[in-house]
T-cell receptor, first 115, second 116 residues
Framework: DAGVIQSPRHEVTEMGQEVTLRCKPISGHNSLFWYRQTMMRGLELLIYFNNNVPIDDSGMPEDRFSAKMPNASFSTLKIQPSEPRDSAVYFC?????????????FGEGSRLTVL | AQSVAQPEDQVNVAEGNPLTVKCTYSVSGNPYLFWYVQYPNRGLQFLLKYITGDNLVKGSYGFEAEFNKSQTSFHLKKPSALVSDSALYFCAVRATRMDSSYKLIFGSGTRLLVRP
C-alpha cells in the first residue's frame, strides 16, 4: 500500500492567498484526521472525519479554515485567507475501520510557509 | 480533560546504553496509550500501544514501554540504543470511556539524541 499521500509537500504563499492541502488516505480506512504541528503548540488535532462525515471540528482555529471529505479517498484542508501564523506542518492521518484502539497512519506532511 | 506530559525536551544517551523516554498521562477511566516516532521531515510512525493486558508492551525496532497505572506513566525504553534511534518521540493518550473524547492527544515530544 502507498500509505497516506499528502500534497503539496511544500507550499510557500503570501499572506491573503488561498491555500488548499490535499490528502488521500489509505484505501479501506474510514477515519481521517488533520493535525497541525508547530514548535510552539506541538501537534494539534484540527478535525476528524468518520465515513466522510466531520465528527469534530472543534480544533479548527477559526473560520478561515475549512475541511471537506467528498469521498472515502480524498480530503482537503483549505485556508482562506492565509496568514503568517498559519505557517506550520499539516499532517493527515487515517485509521482502519473498527479500530478505535488502533494506530493512526500519518502522511509525510505539507509544510506551509505564509509570508 | 485528558492530557499527556513528556517532561524532557531532550534525552541524550550513548550508543549501546539503555534509554528511557518518559511519559505521564491524565485521563478519565482507563487509557489507551501510544508511542510514535518522527524522523526529520517525515510523518509520525507508530511504535507501540497499550490497550489492556500485560503492562510491558513490545513494539517496533526493539522498543518497549511499561504501563504503570499507579504512577500514571507509560515510559518508552530500549535496552541498547542505536545512533539511528535519534528522532523525535511522541507519547499519546486516548480515553476509553464512551463519554470521554475519542481524541488522540499527543505530548509535546522528546528529542532523543544517541551519540556514537
Amino acid at each position: 500500500d502507498a500509505g497516506v499521500i499528502q500534497s503539496p509537500r511544500h507550499e510557500v504563499t503570501e499572506m491573503g492567498q488561498e491555500v488548499t492541502l490535499r490528502c488521500k488516505p489509505i484505501s479501506g480506512h474510514n477515519s481521517l484526521f488533520w493535525y497541525r504541528q508547530t514548535m510552539m503548540r506541538g501537534l494539534e488535532l484540527l478535525i476528524y472525519f468518520n465515513n466522510n462525515v466531520p465528527i469534530d471540528d472543534s480544533g479548527m482555529p477559526e473560520d478561515r479554515f475549512s475541511a471537506k471529505m467528498p469521498n472515502a479517498s480524498f480530503s482537503t484542508l483549505k485556508i482562506q485567507p492565509s496568514e503568517p501564523r498559519d505557517s506550520a506542518v499539516y499532517f493527515c492521518a487515517s485509521r482502519a475501520p473498527g479500530q478505535h484502539t488502533g494506530e493512526l497512519f500519518f502522511g509525510e506532511g505539507s509544510r506551509l510557509t505564509v509570508l | 480533560a485528558q492530557s499527556v506530559a513528556q517532561p524532557e525536551d531532550q534525552v541524550n544517551v550513548a550508543e549501546g546504553n539503555p534509554l528511557t523516554v518518559k511519559c505521564t498521562y491524565s485521563v478519565s477511566g482507563n487509557p489507551y496509550l501510544f508511542w510514535y516516532v518522527q524522523y526529520p521531515n517525515r510523518g509520525l510512525q507508530f511504535l507501540l500501544k497499550y490497550i489492556t493486558g500485560d503492562n510491558l508492551v513490545k513494539g517496533s525496532y526493539g522498543f518497549e514501554a511499561e504501563f504503570n497505572k499507579s504512577q500514571t506513566s507509560f515510559h518508552l525504553k530500549k535496552p541498547s540504543a542505536l545512533v539511528s534511534d535519534s528522532a523525535l518521540y511522541f507519547c499519546a493518550v486516548r480515553a476509553t470511556r464512551m463519554d470521554s473524547s475519542y481524541k488522540l492527544i499527543f505530548g509535546s515530544g522528546t528529542r532523543l539524541l544517541v551519540r556514537p
